[in-house]
């Protein structure tokens, strides 16, 4: 328990350790139990192989998936360590590993999501390549929502993804998605208004007419989950209209 609760403290936001916490929980609550209320079951003599051999394979297959689970973090580590040198060959390579020996855990699709979509937007790569990446923290967004759809920034990061891609393809379909992702962002996060802030920022580097629309209306947002939120009060007056507090 003290190893796990270090671990946590140096590895925030990876929780593929979880269930070893609890195994150890549910052994330490039971040694706290008077022996007095144990109670030895015998079982019949032809019982006693299947059970040991059940027991056996059960030992196993928990032993296996313990393994892909330490696995799957070491991948993680070392495409953390890839994208901090900036190597992102070996950034993809670790993450598809450890996302292959956990595919249901969400946290490494959205990290992986997250390494390219930060990298995409800080770039200077050519469109073809921004497009296949864009497309890769896509599909990674998607897979993450389907395991854990109650986590705003997906949706918000998925938005992003798709307003990037609209940049590079200007079809009206990625604008549509990303708008709809938006939407789904501020009503799981209904009261925090840095969600609608960024989502503003973010229409605001399009320069059309429906773009700065949208932008007014998530400002005005960010303003009725917080009053005198002076950033977005600052830019609806560069954009020339009133502010409003009224709660939407």
Not at 101 to 122: C, G, R, T
Not at 184 to 208: C, F, H, M, S
């Amino acid at each position: 328990l003290l190893v796990y609760l270090v671990q946590i403290f140096i590895n925030f936001g990876v929780i593929t350790t979880l269930t070893m916490f609890y195994l150890l929980l549910g052994i330490s609550l039971s040694l706290t139990q008077p022996y007095a209320t144990i109670q030895n079951i015998p079982f019949k003599k032809n019982l006693k192989y299947p059970l040991v051999t059940l027991l056996l394979f059960l030992v196993c297959i928990g032993g296996y998936a313990t393994f892909r689970e330490a696995r799957a973090e070491y991948y993680y580590k070392q495409a953390i360590i890839a994208n901090a040198k900036g190597d992102m060959r070996n950034v993809i390579v670790n993450f598809q590993k450890a996302i292959s020996d956990k595919p249901n855990e969400y946290a490494y699709h959205q990290a992986y999501a997250d390494v390219l979509l930060k990298n995409i937007l800080a770039s200077a790569a050519k469109p073809e390549a921004k497009e296949h990446f864009l497309k890769l923290a896509v599909i990674n967004y998607d897979q993450a929502i389907k395991i854990n759809p109650n986590h705003p920034n997906l949706f918000y990061n998925l938005g992003l993804a798709k307003l990037e891609l609209f940049k590079l393809q200007k079809h009206d379909i990625f604008y549509s998605n990303a708008a709809d992702h938006f939407t789904k962002t501020v009503e799981l996060a209904i009261n925090n208004p840095l969600y609608p802030y960024q989502i503003a920022k973010a229409y605001l580097q399009i320069d059309d007419p429906p773009s700065q629309k949208h932008a007014i209306i998530y400002l005005q947002k960010a303003l009725s989950i917080r009053p005198g939120f002076r950033d977005a009060e600052r830019i609806l007056e560069q954009l020339g209209v009133a502010s409003t507090t009224s709660k939407q």
